[in-house]
């Protein structure tokens, strides 16, 4: 395993975690090579370091990952990292080793030896790893936390962070029960800063996740969910002669830029797909349909340019680190805001112009409402909190119906329905609004219709 680079600047400033935020920055510099911090990553960075528990709520592609990859690097001991997926964790981990960070995860794609190589680094008295992740799953184990409970003894475990940390509420669009689990760590080990990170927090979800976690007076960072350099877009499938001709255009008159394409259905992917080949736009299909080997196929052609778009369902998305996609698209309609701020986040990640381009059909409307009564009565018990889930899955509905029939600005619609007051402000100088044909106003009832343009 290989061990971390000699960081400059005293060992002392190492072991209490005391640095300036200029040697913050070199650290940043060295091993990542960017010269500054984004939004709010230092103040993230300075309250775990000094010992504070901190709720950070960034934008997605905000760079939350650094908050706790920074202090990994200069704090005494292993940062432990819990993520809700083993591709995220892979993703991460073997970017990480690439830049010579002593990075591991735990799961069960490990081979044994692999897994008892990390054992042998963690019992030893001066483990070399800098950065553990783990699946929520293994922190509720009683022999993970027994060895978690020695790391600690031993002074070697230096912050816990909780990646998309929206999972572990129920108001959260990725419940994930086995997330509630971990909210024992704070009484386990009452000394050590924990970090909840995520993207997606309406208020109900922020306190949801403070309150469950049980974190101490934490520090609360939120940065603005505005994605100033994301052009935000609706069109009408009603309005359309042809939608498969409309998105193969868009595509093509954008240059065949890095795109990705969401569906509902498995059957649309591999359909859509079919016609952009037809086309001749390079694509792939990406769905839980296809098995794993022609899954990761895809994804490697992706990530190494050789696919510049792939069409997918939801199964694709969620740690997947390519940062020029220029295009997102949706053909079919998602089920909440929070779902769509996610995945058209995967935008633009490297803060260029890039765009999101939802299609919009009545037919998709009701279908969509159908899926979301039909799973909510089907999960629903006779309770007063699943009856409270079952009218928020379709309060969460109604505000991206209300997205895309809306004649003001999408942008603002966007950041309003995550608690945030938006201003014009917000509008970045290259974007304008227009007026939509009249025939729109005929289709969706409203006053009339915005179409945002990017000049
Ligand atoms: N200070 C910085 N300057 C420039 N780029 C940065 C900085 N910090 C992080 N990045 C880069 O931004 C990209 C997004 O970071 P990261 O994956 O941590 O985002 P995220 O907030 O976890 O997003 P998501 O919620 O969408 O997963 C990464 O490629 C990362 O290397």
Redo the contacts with the bound molecule.
Sequence with gaps: MKKALPLKGGSAGLRHGTKSPKELESV?KQY?G?S???GR?LEAIEAVLSGRDCFCL?P???????CYQIPALVKTGVVLVISPLIALMENQVSSLKSKGIPAEFLSSTQTTANKNKIHEDLDSGNPSLKLLYVTPELVATSGFKAKLTKLHNRGLLGLVAIDEAHCISTWGHDFRPSYRKISSLRKQFPDIPILALT?TAVPKVQKDVISSLSLQNPVILKASFNRPNIFYEVRYKDLLDDVYSDISNLLKSSGNVCSIIYCLERAACDDLTMHLAQQGISSAAYHAGLNSKVRTTVLDDWLSSRTQVVVATVAFGM?I?R?DVRIVCHFNLPKSMESFYQES??AG?DQQPSRSVLYYGLEDRRRMEFILRNSSSRKQQPSSSSTELSEKTLADFSQIVDYCESSSCRRKKIIESFGEKGTTNFMPTHVRCLQAPKSSVLAFGGPSACAQLSL
Excluded: H
């Design positions: 940043l990542f960017y500054e911090f984004r990553q960034m997605t592609g905000g760079g939350k990952s650094m993207a740690g680190d940062q986040g995967r990640r």
